[in-house]
Each structure stands twice: as structure tokens, then as C-alpha cells.
């Protein structure tokens, strides 16, 4: 979806370095979230944000930090990757600060991360 | 949330109607029904929702029964993109931030 955009797409990396990953919106909803995706899990909730600074965590949130200094980015750090850590995640938005309520949400195209 | 329960798999002619069923017979007078697909690769994506009546968009239509206790989604015309897994979640709509939870949806197969 164009108003929603992850970075990056695809990355490799090796256990115990940290990383990074990035999802900006250009929707100025209020609320944001991580999710992973595993064959067998389904989505499953990493963190969310209910706005700047404010942050909360999900069902397996254990492993992963985030940040959120603007409405736009909501940043998603594994702190010292680990090969359970190989996912897909997707990132979320919905509440449109402005105009009526937005009931849907809007998912990210994925990142695809591969611990090695 | 209340729970949800959907059929695993199914399958649907190109062309034909797809009617995609949900049980939900503890959601709450104020819970919403929500469908949402995942085409292989990507990311959810929203369909439609509704509390009591029935709605229709242009991706679909929603059937809720009168006890709310079950829906259907109605894909009017599948077509070959419309194979997809297929999530049913009850939830509160606005107001929060309250999280989505993923079941694990109906694998449909749209058949040339």
C-alpha cells in the first residue's frame, strides 16, 4: 500500500548483531504495530504504538524493542538477532487522526529477515 | 476478542460465487465482524466489516446472521487473485488500540 512503506524489503544477517527495521506512513494514523509471520503461528503481535513515545507490548514481544519519535516511523530493533527471529514481519496502522474513524487497518508489503 | 471459527480450505470456480462462513457465537453486542485476506507473500488486506446489518463494498459482500452468531463473506465473482487465505476476527472497532488477533483463516482456492 502506498501509504505505508517497510525498509528493508529483504535482509541477511547474522546471529547476535542487532537490527533494525523501519516503517513509515504517510497516512497520519495514530496507532502502528509489528507483527511476525510463521508458517504455523499465523500473525502474531510484537508491539504496537498508540502514539509518539507512547508504546506497548505485544504477545511475543521478548527479544525486540521499538521507538516511535515521530507519527510517521515506527522503528522495530532486535536487540541481538537469534535464528527464531527468521520471520516476516509486517507492520500496521490504522486510526486516521483526521476526518472519521478509519476501522480498517493497513498492512505494510512485509520484511522478510533472515537470521543466519 | 471473541473467538472465530472458520473451515480450513475451500474451494471455488472462476466465476462463480465464493461464500466464505465464520462462527462467532460469543462475540459481544458491541463487537464488530471483520474480514481481511492474505494473498501469498503480502500483507493483510482489508475487506469489510459490519455489526448487525448486512454491507456490501466493491470487494464484497457481508451477511450477518440475525443473532449474530455467524457471517458469511460473499465474493460475488471469484477470480483467479482472489485465492487467498481468508481471516474472520471479532473485535471493538474504533477507540483503542487494540490488536488484531489472526486466526487461522480459510485457504481459498479460486479453480480455472
Known amino acids: 500500500d502506498a501509504g505505508i512503506t517497510q525498509s528493508p524489503r529483504h535482509k541477511v544477517t547474522e546471529t547476535g548483531t542487532p537490527v533494525t527495521l523501519r516503517c513509515h506512513q504517510t497516512?497520519?494514523?495514530?496507532?502502528m504495530y509489528w507483527y511476525r509471520q510463521d508458517p504455523g503461528h499465523g500473525l502474531r503481535l510484537i508491539h504496537y504504538?498508540?502514539?509518539?513515545?507512547?508504546?506497548d507490548k505485544g504477545e511475543v514481544s521478548d527479544g525486540y524493542s521499538v521507538s516511535r519519535s515521530k507519527t510517521e516511523d515506527f522503528l522495530l530493533t532486535l536487540e541481538s538477532a537469534t535464528s527464531s527471529q527468521t520471520s516476516v514481519y509486517f507492520c500496521?496502522?490504522?486510526?486516521?487522526?483526521?476526518?472519521?474513524?478509519?476501522?480498517?487497518?493497513?498492512f505494510g508489503s512485509g520484511t522478510r529477515l533472515t537470521v543466519v | 476478542d471473541a473467538k472465530t471459527t472458520q473451515p480450513t480450505s475451500m474451494d471455488c470456480a472462476e466465476g462463480r460465487a465464493a461464500n466464505l462462513p465464520c462462527n462467532h457465537s460469543?462475540?459481544?453486542?458491541?463487537?464488530?465482524v471483520y474480514w481481511y485476506r492474505q494473498i501469498h507473500s503480502q500483507g493483510p488486506q482489508y475487506i469489510i466489516h459490519?455489526?448487525?446489518n448486512n454491507e456490501t463494498n466493491e470487494m464484497a459482500s457481508l451477511i450477518i446472521t440475525e443473532d449474530r452468531k455467524s457471517s458469511t463473506l460473499i465474493l460475488p465473482h471469484a477470480t483467479l487473485r482472489d485465492t487467498a487465505v481468508y481471516y474472520c476476527?471479532?473485535?471493538?472497532?474504533?477507540?483503542?488500540?487494540?490488536?488484531?488477533?489472526f486466526g487461522s483463516g480459510t485457504q481459498l482456492t479460486v479453480l480455472p
Open positions: 504504538s498508540y502514539g509518539v513515545k507512547d508504546t
Open positions: 476476527i471479532a473485535r471493538l472497532s474504533s477507540g483503542s488500540a487494540r490488536q488484531l488477533t
Open positions: 497516512e497520519n494514523h495514530r496507532y
Open positions: 460469543t462475540i459481544s453486542g458491541n463487537e464488530y
Open positions: 500496521a496502522i490504522s486510526e486516521s487522526k483526521a476526518g472519521p474513524p478509519n476501522y480498517g487497518y493497513t
Open positions: 459490519g455489526l448487525k
